[in-house]
């Protein structure tokens, strides 16, 4: 549970993630600094230079979506797509270490049940999403 709400693991039957590794480093110390469980869940994220996270089981529909990112180690720059080229985000730069974003709102459309994020360039780290209908 995050600000009340209920996430759902990449191990989840409703969560696929092709193209990344999943990975925790619990040591590296946070900026901006952020209560625990946040914390715990922004430190365990998949990586990789083009990783695909897809959410199946979506009601289609319009969406709010929130991308959480950090940096373990060095800099790294990427563009991050969603929805298949929906919506495109060109050379985020993860910062350094320690540093995390929450990315968004996204306006997205849901058309096919499944929500989908990708990425390509240097190494991202994926730690969280969050989807909102609106």
């Known amino acids: 549970m995050i600000d009340g709400h209920t996430w759902l693991a990449g191990n989840s039957s409703e969560v696929s993630i092709d193209g990344a590794t ?3 480093n619990q040591t590296v110390p946070l900026n ?8 715990q869940m922004i430190r365990c994220s998949v990586r990789g230079t083009s990783p695909n996270v897809t959410i ?3 009601t289609n529909g319009a969406y ?3 991308l959480y990112i950090w940096e373990d180690n060095t800099p790294q720059t990427f563009s ?16 350094a270490a320690g540093s995390w974003q929450r990315m968004g709102p ?3 459309e849901v058309l096919s049940d499944w929500v989908s994020i990708d ?8 730690s969280g999403i969050e989807l909102y209908s609106r």
């Not at 991050?80 to 910062?95: A, K, M, R, T």
């Open 22 to 24: 999943a990975f925790c």
């Open 32 to 39: 901006p600094a952020t209560d625990a469980t946040r914390t």
């Open 56 to 58: 199946d089981g979506v």
């Open 64 to 66: 709010d979506l929130y």
């Open 80 to 95: 991050i797509s969603l929805q298949g080229g929906q919506f495109f985000v060109p050379n985020v730069n993860s910062g």
């Open 106 to 108: 996204y306006r997205i």
């Open 119 to 126: 990425s390509f360039g240097g190494y991202a780290n994926f």
